[in-house]
């Protein structure tokens, strides 16, 4: 018999608005089918109360960066406590609209997924089923994801080195070259994958290295400057999963920053403050309104790994402007 688990399946959305401060000044009804409470109940309530008493201290910090920015679209999972003092966990999406004249706040929106129908507890055949499923879905994901920000980006960087190299083939014999190294690294890849393990040596795997290699590919596309600003710490303070993390979400913003943003500049940033990572990814490309979600798998492969990091995703972007992505987290 499996015990404490809850399944979701069809979505339960609430929104509300904070202030400055974090304090709730209107929540619609559905708050209520989330965390137990009425909207009128938790209007002038600090959110932070809300949260699991382990999260709070870092989401204070966040809270408070993520305001100086305009326009800042900020995601991640979050614990919070329901009105029974049950925790519940809710994926939380902020948009900082503090500067805005009719809303001056900042928008939150929480989210989780709860089935229509209450799970019988003597049908616990049918529980372990759907535990299966879902461990299944989690495997689904996993690969989908690997499959998307290594696989995806090693083709795209491949494609880029071609495309620069055919302009003149003999001139750039060496780069055809390096495409075929790409390749081999690619087949490896795919059959690795396939038997469900990574090629990767642990022991041997330096970060620095690997996004040197990975941007000296995208550097082949004409026009595109990449900087890349790295403390040196981080390889002897992270673990090879979160290095791995990292490396899978800087492979997917460099990508999109490729095939979206028309920049001819990137900065890249990975820098250790006080017991916190901080990753930043600033471009000079067209931008976009943060107001409006990105569609595709990548902004969700992101967000995937950043929450196996345990720490949160940052956007600020305005058409015109340019994209800053922060990544944050703590090192333990």
């Known amino acids: 018999m499996v015990k404490g688990v809850e399944l979701y ?49 870092k989401v204070k910090f966040l809270f408070q960066e993520f305001q100086h920015y305009n326009q800042m679209m900020n995601e991640g999972l979050k614990q919070f406590r329901n009105k029974k003092g049950e925790r519940v966990a809710l994926h939380v999406s902020l948009v900082n609209l503090l500067t805005h004249p009719a809303i001056n706040g900042i928008i939150l929106n929480l989210r989780h997924f709860k089935s229509d129908e209450k799970t019988n507890n003597s049908s616990s055949r049918q529980l372990e089923a759907e535990i299966e499923k879902e461990f299944y879905k989690k495997v689904i994901q996993e690969i989908a994801a690997e499959l998307h920000d290594n696989i995806g980006s090693t083709l795209i960087g491949a494609k880029l080195i071609l495309e620069h190299s055919l302009k003149n083939p003999i001139k750039h014999f060496g780069e055809l ?38 941007l000296e590919n995208f ?69 976009f309104n943060v107001g409006i979600r990105p569609t595709g798998i990548g902004l969700s492969n992101m967000l995937f790994r950043v929450d196996k990091l345990g720490g949160h995703l940052q956007i600020n972007s305005q058409p015109g402007a340019g994209t800053t992505i922060w990544v944050v987290f703590y090192t333990n």
């Open 9 to 57: 399946n069809s979505p339960i959305e609430a929104t509300a608005i904070l202030d400055r401060n974090g304090i709730i000044l209107w929540a619609t009804p559905s708050i209520y089918d989330l965390l137990g409470f009425q909207a009128s109940e938790l209007e002038g309530t600090e959110i932070f109360r809300l949260l699991y008493w382990s999260s709070t201290q």
């Open 177 to 214: 070259e390096e495409v075929l190294k790409l390749l081999n690294v690619l087949v490896k890849d795919v059959r690795n994958l396939s038997h469900g393990i990574t090629n990767e040596d642990p022991k041997g795997f330096v970060l620095y290295d690997r996004l040197c290699m990975l």
């Open 219 to 287: 550097r082949k596309k004409e026009a595109l400057r990449i900087l890349l600003k790295y403390d040196f710490r981080l390889e002897e303070l992270l673990q090879y999963e979160q290095k791995i993390q990292i490396f899978r979400i800087l492979q997917e913003q460099v990508s999109n920053i490729v095939k979206h943003a028309a920049a001819t500049k990137v900065i890249i940033s990975l820098q250790l403050v006080d017991g916190i990572v901080k990753i930043t990814t600033r471009d000079n490309g067209k931008g």
